[in-house]
């Protein structure tokens, strides 16, 4: 953990849709969410080397808590609603490094 | 970063393939690779909480690097060439704790 991490904070939505009837996070509209946060650290100028990089995943394996997404280096999960609980842990946690409590799993 | 993180190592393997001509980590063998380790993780029954999740990713965004996956939350960065090179990254660095020195890119 010495050396400076290439992104700041790598995030990863999950975006699986299970076939089998289980709960999964793609039918709670992960796609939208995700394509809703790389949208807004783009037009925040926040994306890239040195800063935020938001990435789709293949299932994360926590689908009871769906939708899901984990911050890393910090590795902090959290749930959301809808883009309004993105819009708040990209401002809060992502440029002003203050995890959101309310969203978060543990 | 002080709580006890929930995977121990939580491995993302980029699987894009880009369609416009540019090098790109899937035709690289990125599937054989990420569906090796899930594999080999299950053998060695280091795969769940607390322990090694091998997941699937989007673009990583390090495409000149490819194949690449990156091991969280020491965020270290890898390429590889074959599964030769993934079981070194499984035996070295998430069972052992040692990075692979040779693999890493920065």
């Known amino acids: 953990m010495s050396d400076t991490p290439y992104f700041k904070h790598h995030v990863?939505?999950?975006?699986?849709?299970?076939?089998?009837?289980?709960?999964?996070?793609?039918?709670?509209?992960?796609?939208?969410?995700?394509?809703?946060?790389?949208?807004?650290?783009?037009?925040?100028?926040?994306?890239?080397?040195g800063k935020v990089r938001i990435n789709q995943a293949g299932c994360l394996d926590r689908c009871e808590h769906g939708p899901v997404l984990v911050v890393y280096p910090e590795g902090t999960w959290y749930t959301y609603v809808d883009t309004s609980d993105i819009d708040e842990i990209i401002d809060s946690h992502l440029v002003g490094g203050k995890p959101v409590e309310r969203l978060k799993i543990k």
Chains 1, 2 share one sequence.
């Open 12 to 49: 990863f939505f999950c975006m699986n849709t299970r076939d089998d009837g289980r709960e999964s996070c793609g039918p709670r509209g992960a796609e939208q969410a995700q394509k809703h946060a790389k949208k807004r650290c783009k037009q925040l100028d926040i994306n890239g080397e």
